[in-house]
DNA sequence: TAATTTTGTGTTACCGATAACAGAAAGCGT
DNA sequence: ACGCTTTCTGTTATCGGTAACACAAAATTA
């Protein structure tokens, strides 16, 4: 391997020169400068950026830690973080933890040995807590996405989950909905439990009841499952006066699962139940179908990696900084206005 | 910062009986052992790796440069290759090029600098090699998928766009299809050369004649384009004894700009024009839509990490591997028998 | 019990870069 | 030509680990 001592015996001078010119640092003889130069051209000389940041302390790399790197939302957010860093001079190492606790810790020990400058992370759930705190102790700043949890002080980039829910909601209600279903992410990430309070709350404002098995919960990742299966043959055999005309389906993947159980049970969207979810579903039709609450993933990323930088390279920043970002809705096919059956 | 030599303070020993504990080399004495690891609790300490490759002279490290991380396609492929690294004991940065070679040569740099073990790479063209060669030079391995390139020698994991495409292409003659065109993807990739001979050689040995204008070529990435709809537009406007009742897409994105500039004109998939293409479009509906080839995109991330380890922690392997897996060819509703019209 | 082997631990040097200091060479004023 | 800046370059020590060697203590063998 080239070292930068191979360069300053090819050219003649002292490593620390070397060291000045590719640094820019320091007076150099343009004479000096230009030997150097060719030196390095002809060996195929790269900085072993290891050596660097031994010294340096700072490897200019971030973590992602993604929740799920197959949901285009998060993928997105991927992008989005990855072009910005780059952008700002920073190199990303990306992880997927698939919503486990456990492959979380062990990629918080990974980014802590590499001793990434600082985490972007979506956690898993609210002792994630600890894994923060861990970085923290090595002084590694940490900016929350998508998700926010007990404790947490730094900063946070999530979409509108409560704004988008209302008006998701809403806009069921508005076509005529008056038994609307909620088949939720898990209790214990924050974007389920503030979906569920929009929901919760704007049926209330509008004097509509929420019938027993109407909340329901799945896994953010269940694209197919028995789980949701049975979700929806309780929810479908309730009696004509309870059964929901609509769902409302706590992100894209469990909306997907819903309308794949419902085709099993030979139930038509949106002609018989109406469905409106929370992030984008990729269409590739000729025309999209979902009704959704569309959040700018790409932004989320961007924002994120941005926050992070500024914090590692500005000391004197606020505790916290909070970017709401709000979803936009779309109204599409899979959600259609009530006619009254009977 | 917490380091080896703050163990050993805190432990009484020598850094040395540090490092030997961590590394679970040499023998160590139960309680000298107990108590080093106590004061690795206490102060928690995480090893630098970055000193660890400094002497070393490996970092653990796979490079994947992927074409376009926002196709599924890809980011399946990134999700096999990490999972696979992981449970290899490897981390991986991920980058994403956009099939821009001025991008992939940045990325070549940074993954140069960082001293990765090894690449995984999907090239963007033929000169690619270059930035191949320039690796090698410095003794990284390098693994391509999806694409081949010009005087490349070493491990590739590749789909069979041959057998994929006459597969596609015969399904359609099989219907009754006679006049067929193909929107393929740049020539500058062996993907798109593979598919286009496949295509030519199915029609030709069934007797079909390739009328002008039925070859013509798009942006692998360009789900909506002004390019599809002039393409489309030329196609679909040639005398009715040519115009095509088939269409032949190279990938999952150019079918999707395919049916969206064919829906602008009011032209019907499968009625008017069976569409069929190469990858896996992810259908979310109840019932998915696209004839296509599917390409085990796991799989091959999982070959290509695994490839690439083995190379790294064996030297006595073949000068090269190649593994070509076969697509699975799903029938589905965007092709469908030609019923003569006149 | 002395000689030999095995076990357990420490010392020194080094990986590749750079910060901090030192000192040589060149420029400048009188 | 002399001293005094300014410009340019080199030396030394260091970042956090580990390989290679050295050596004391304990275990084993003769």
Do not use: W
């Not at 929740?67 to 910005?84: H, L, Q, T």
């Not at 279903?181 to 929009?198: C, D, F, I, K, M």
């Amino acid at each position: 391997m080239v070292t930068i001592y191979d360069i300053a015996k090819n050219a003649k001078v002292s490593p620390m020169t070397v060291s000045r010119v590719i640094n820019n640092s320091g007076n150099i003889r343009l004479t000096t400068r230009e030997k150097v130069e060719k030196a390095i051209k002809e060996l195929g000389y790269v900085p072993n950026s290891a050596a660097r940041s031994l010294i340096s302390k700072r490897t200019k790399t971030l973590g992602l830690i993604l929740s799920d790197i197959s949901n285009p939302f998060f993928s997105k957010v991927a992008r989005g973080a990855e072009d910005k860093a780059v952008e700002m001079g920073y190199s990303v190492f990306m992880t997927n933890t698939d919503e486990d606790f456990e492959k979380e810790k062990n990629y918080i020990n990974r980014m802590l040995s590499s001793r990434v400058d600082g985490v972007i992370l979506s956690p898993t759930n609210n002792n994630s807590i600890k894994h923060i705190q861990k970085l923290n102790q090595h002084n590694i700043p940490v900016v929350l996405f998508d998700r926010t949890i007990d404790g947490f002080v730094g900063d946070h980039v999530l979409g509108d989950s409560y704004k988008g829910s209302r008006d998701l909601v809403k806009h069921l209600i508005d076509i005529g909905h008056e038994k609307i279903a909620l088949v939720n992410g898990p209790h214990h990430l924050s974007t389920s439990r503030e979906r569920q309070r929009a929901y919760v709350e704007t049926l209330k404002l509008n004097d509509l009841s929420i019938h027993e098995h109407y909340i329901s919960e799945l896994d953010f990742r269940s694209v197919q499952s028995e789980d949701a299966h049975q979700i929806l043959m309780k929810l479908m055999s309730l009696d004509k006066k309870k059964q929901p005309t609509a769902i409302f389906a706590a992100n894209n993947f469990i909306a997907i699962s819903i309308i794949r159980s419902l085709r099993e049970m030979n139930i038509n969207v949106p002609e018989d139940v109406s469905i409106v979810c929370f992030d984008e579903i990729e269409h590739v039709h000729f025309d999209p179908f979902f009704t959704v609450a569309s959040q700018p993933a790409l932004e989320i990323g961007r924002i994120s990696a941005q926050y992070l930088i500024e914090r590692l390279e500005n000391d004197n920043l606020d505790e916290e900084r909070i970017v709401i970002l709000p979803p936009e809705i779309h109204i599409r096919k899979s959600s259609k206005p009530l006619i009254d059956k009977e």
